[in-house]
T-cell receptor, first 115, second 109 residues
Framework: DADVTQTPRNRITKTGKRIMLECSQTKGHDRMYWYRQDPGLGLRLIYYSFDVKDINKGEISDGYSVSRQAQAKFSLSLESAIPNQTALYFC??????????????FGEGSRLTVL | GQNIDQPTEMTATEGAIVQINCTYQTSGFNGLFWYQQHAGEAPTFLSYNVLDGLEEKGRFSSFLSRSKGYSYLLLKELQMKDSASYLCAVRDGDYKLSFGAGTTVTVRA
């Protein structure tokens, strides 16, 4: 089983609909992130959370919101989806306090298409 | 903020060596990472540099010069399975990771 699990893996929706992407992890990491990936633009940070009570905006947070329900769960919401939010979304975790490099561990991605 | 540049595409022959360069400008530096990403899959961690110099890990090596804002990833003895996108990423003083757009490497037989 994957350590970082995203649901749904694929979703097609219509403009104006509310969408939630969920992420759960079994790695015990405090830090969680949401990125989106678009061709030619790489991964861009949407929101991040360093613990349950901490939420921070990334470089492209407009049109998105997040909820950190527990250490293991971090959800991304699109309140009113629009076509330019069509992208591949990745959740990631890290924990630099364990003496390792603090690299990100990614979920398998959620492909969202907004018509 | 971060400004991270890497070439868009590179092509090389099986068994050869390829070097992927990455330049960055950052407001605070706390490490440089290289990730590999196969099409449609999640990125996977390859290497990490926080001090100047070369880090070697099997067929892959990564180099960092902090004063020049420069890194490279060296892939030796290329195999077909190395065809992928390679992402350069810089971690800032707030522990956020910013990514370059990625370099797509195509390995030809």
């Amino acid at each position: 089983d994957a350590d970082v699990t995203q649901t749904p893996r694929n979703r097609i929706t219509k403009t104006g609909k509310r969408i939630m992407l969920e992420c759960s992890q079994t790695k015990g990491h405090d830090r969680m992130y949401w990125y989106r990936q678009d061709p030619g633009l790489g991964l861009r940070l949407i929101y991040y959370s360093f613990d349950v009570k901490d939420i921070n905006k990334g470089e492209i947070s407009d049109g998105y919101s997040v909820s950190r329900q527990a250490q293991a769960k971090f959800s991304l919401s699109l309140e009113s989806a629009i076509p330019n939010q069509t992208a591949l979304y990745f959740c990631a975790t890290s924990d630099p306090g364990q003496g390792d490099t603090g690299e990100l561990f990614f979920g398998e991605g959620s492909r969202l298409t907004v018509l | 903020g971060q400004n991270i540049d890497q070439p868009t595409e590179m092509t090389a022959t099986e068994g050869a060596i390829v070097q992927i360069n990455c330049t960055y400008q950052t407001s605070g530096f706390n490490g440089l990472f290289w990730y590999q990403q196969h099409a449609g899959e999640a990125p996977t961690f390859l290497s990490y540099n926080v001090l100047d110099g070369l880090e070697e890990k099997g067929r892959f090596s990564s180099f960092l010069s902090r004063s020049k804002g420069y890194s490279y990833l060296l892939l030796k003895e290329l195999q077909m399975k190395d065809s992928a996108s390679y992402l350069c990423a810089v971690r800032d003083g707030d522990y956020k990771l910013s990514f370059g757009a990625g370099t797509t490497v195509t390995v030809r037989a």
